[in-house]
């Protein structure tokens, strides 16, 4: 049985749709103070927040990398599942975790990688985008992909209406992908 640490940065709706399905979560790591790891904390899931506080160009992203590696490892940890995870990782984890780290992406990838996917896809015009559970590696939102669900872009879609009928996707895909890769 796998170890799971799932990353946070932001609202956390995912951990929270990971928490109802059931999974079992040992250990959340966030890289701000933000809801996902509030939420942590009321859920009694062990958290740490390890604080990136450096978001100019000269962060150190390989140590910043190297001490959430060794925080881990530490933890026994065996699979990473990064939920809105907003700090681009280096070499340290992927070469600890080789396809052990999942991802959840706005699109249907290989469209629309990066942080404004949903943004990006409605800009251009597409009639379907979706969201993409992925095996995480050095090269962003590029990792074999695991799974994908459609979502119709509607006339009326802001950014936000969009991203949210993809987040109830992701919801039900996410941890379902997750369990499967937690007892293989
Ligand atoms: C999700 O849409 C995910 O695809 C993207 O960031 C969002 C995280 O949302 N990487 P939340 O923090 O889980 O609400």
Redesign the pocket.
């Given at each position: 049985m796998n170890k799971l640490a799932v990353l946070?940065?932001?609202?956390?709706?995912?951990?929270?749709?990971m928490h109802a399905y059931g999974l079992e979560i040992a250990l959340v790591v966030a890289d701000r103070t933000?809801?996902?790891l509030t939420f942590a904390r009321e859920q009694n899931i062990p958290c740490i927040l390890l604080e990136r506080t450096d978001f100019s160009s000269s962060f150190d992203r390989y140590a910043y990398t190297k001490n959430l590696t060794h925080l881990v490892r530490q933890h026994n940890i065996t699979l990473i599942a990064?939920?809105?995870?907003?700090t681009i990782l280096d070499t340290p984890l992927f070469d600890a975790y080789p396809g052990k780290i999942l991802?959840?992406?706005?699109s249907l990838l290989p469209a629309f990688k990066g942080a404004s996917?949903?943004r990006d896809a409605l800009a251009y015009g597409v009639k379907v985008t979706g969201?993409t559970i992925h095996i995480a590696t050095l090269a962003l939102d590029s990792g074999p992909i695991l799974a994908q669900h459609p979502v119709l872009v509607h006339e009326s879609d802001t950014e936000a209406s969009l991203?949210q009928r993809?987040?109830e996707a992701?919801y039900r895909l996410y941890p379902a992908i997750i369990a499967n890769m937690l007892c293989s």
């Open positions: 946070v940065s932001r609202t956390g709706t995912n951990l929270r749709a933000c809801p996902g990064m939920a809105g995870f907003a991802n959840t992406h706005p996917a949903v969201c991203h993809i987040k992701e």
